[in-house]
């Protein structure tokens, strides 16, 4: 985590259920936060908030899966936040969350990317320099899709909002499944076996064949 003498930053935090990951991003010009999938247990995420005494403006679900919304009610309890999700109208701002969908956060802004393919209202956050993914991109990995409908969706998710960022950009998953808990774009676009894939039926093979993949490759 960067230092006060910074302006914003990302803090990652283990919240249990699946080796879920919940975020706060904060600009400490403006002292104000935005808590991303706070779930299943978002007790260390408020005590983080009360002792750098920040402001929630803002609490995302990047998809509706309960362990990602299971900590909603106590932050809404704890901090009057109403959750956002795709679709959804922020009551602060009244700015819908929609696809390009660019909200204040103190002296900077965030854009919301629709990225349909493990559910239909997941969406990731491009904030900066990084982008929270939720499940739909981890380190070396991808989201669960049950279809290959879902497949396709997911793809086109990954190459036409995802992979247009720049190499550079920090990517913070929705879980810790991968070697490492953080990555980059860059670094995915080199090494994640399904963003390697050439097209359409390559990444749906992948998908299909994803435990004996993993075995022959001797992925976790």
Request: proline letters at 7%.
């Amino acid at each position: 985590m960067e230092k006060k003498g910074t302006t914003f930053f990302i803090r990652q935090f283990q919240t249990g259920g699946d080796r879920n990951f919940g975020y706060l991003a904060a600009d400490y010009l403006g002292m104000e936060a935005l808590v991303v999938d706070p779930s299943p247990s978002p007790e260390d995420i408020l005590e983080f908030v009360r002792d750098e005494d920040f402001v929630i403006k803002y609490l995302f679900n990047t998809h509706s899966h309960f362990d990602h919304v299971g900590g909603n009610e106590m932050m809404e309890t704890v901090t009057g936040n109403l959750p956002l999700t795709f679709g959804s109208e922020d009551p602060s701002t009244g700015l819908k969350v929609t696809d390009g969908a660019r909200l204040p956060l103190g002296g900077l802004e965030f854009t919301v990317l629709h990225t349909p393919g493990h559910t239909p209202d997941s969406i990731c956050l491009h904030l900066g320099e990084a982008v929270i993914t939720g499940d739909t991109l981890f380190v070396g990995k991808v989201g669960r899709t049950d279809s290959a409908p879902q497949a396709e969706e997911m793809y086109h998710s990954l190459h036409d909002k995802l992979l247009t960022l720049p190499d550079e950009t920090r990517v913070f998953p929705g879980h810790d499944y991968g070697a490492s808990p953080v990555s980059t774009i860059g670094r995915e676009r080199r090494e994640n076996p399904f963003l390697l894939q050439p097209d359409i039926p390559s990444f749906i093979h992948l998908k299909e064949n994803w435990a004996e993949y993993k075995k022959k490759h001797g992925i976790k």
